[in-house]
């Protein structure tokens, strides 16, 4: 698969407030991302997915937006709360080949 | 479903000692993979098998590392002398498809000293 690249390795946010974790990824033909939350001791588990004919999908809490034109996603949490702090992947799931991980962005929850 | 099932959790081995890290996949997923996490290099896909045929090796470090899928309910990852630099979390996963529906399980973390 494509590898995918991540702005930010890690991002703090007080809680109560919004976050917003950035993907950028290569190949223009990709045209599905899933995006993964890994919490200490845990493996990543499955958060929302995106298709390449969406620009946004809403899950809990969670929205995430697809913008093809400029090859990057983002991943938005409202009112971010201490359990929400782990590791984030951006997977692109296209083509037929296993998925490929970056190193993921930290994300702290300030109490 | 119990989940994918890793174990053992933890695995602390001296240098030079074979090790053995053993994975139970989903009942009816068809893919199984192996993943290594570390902080420098992130999660890392080592090998994984489609209806127990290992399909794509090419992550596999070296010669010392070797996986097996006897069966639809069992994978082994063997490391045969480890080293310290095998030092890693090591994740398996099962799906139904190669591209998503992953389901990871709870890792070993191995330290080799």
């Known amino acids: 698969g494509e590898s995918v690249g991540l702005h930010l390795p890690t991002l703090s946010v007080q809680e109560g407030d919004n976050s917003i974790i950035n993907c950028a990824y290569s190949?223009?033909?990709?045209?599905?991302f899933i995006w993964y939350k890994q919490e200490s001791g845990k493996g990543p588990q499955f958060i929302i997915d995106?298709?390449?004919?969406?620009d946004k999908r809403q899950g809990q809490r969670v929205t995430v937006l697809l913008n093809k034109t400029v090859k990057h996603l983002s991943l938005q949490i409202a009112a971010t709360q201490p359990g929400d702090s782990a590791v984030y992947f951006c997977?692109?799931?296209?083509?037929?080949?296993?998925?490929?991980f970056g190193k993921g962005t930290r994300l702290s929850v300030i109490a | 479903d119990a989940g994918v099932i890793q174990s053992p959790r933890h695995e602390v081995t001296e240098m030079g000692q074979e090790v053995t890290l053993r994975c139970k996949p989903i009942s009816g997923h068809d893919y199984l993979f192996w993943y290594r996490q570390t902080m420098m290099r992130g999660l890392e896909l080592l090998i994984y098998f489609n209806n127990n045929v290992p399909i794509d090796d090419s992550g596999m470090p070296e010669d010392r590392f070797s996986a097996k899928m006897p069966n639809a309910s069992f994978s082994t990852l063997k490391i045969q002398p480890s080293e310290p630099r095998d030092s890693a979390v090591y994740f398996c996963?099962?799906?139904?498809?190669?591209?998503?529906?992953?389901?990871f399980g709870s890792g070993t973390r191995l330290t080799v000293v």
């Open positions: 997977a692109d799931c296209s083509g037929n080949t296993p998925l490929v």
């Open positions: 190949n223009s033909a990709s045209d599905y």
């Open positions: 995106i298709r390449s004919n969406m």
């Open positions: 996963a099962s799906s139904f498809d190669s591209r998503y529906g992953y389901t």
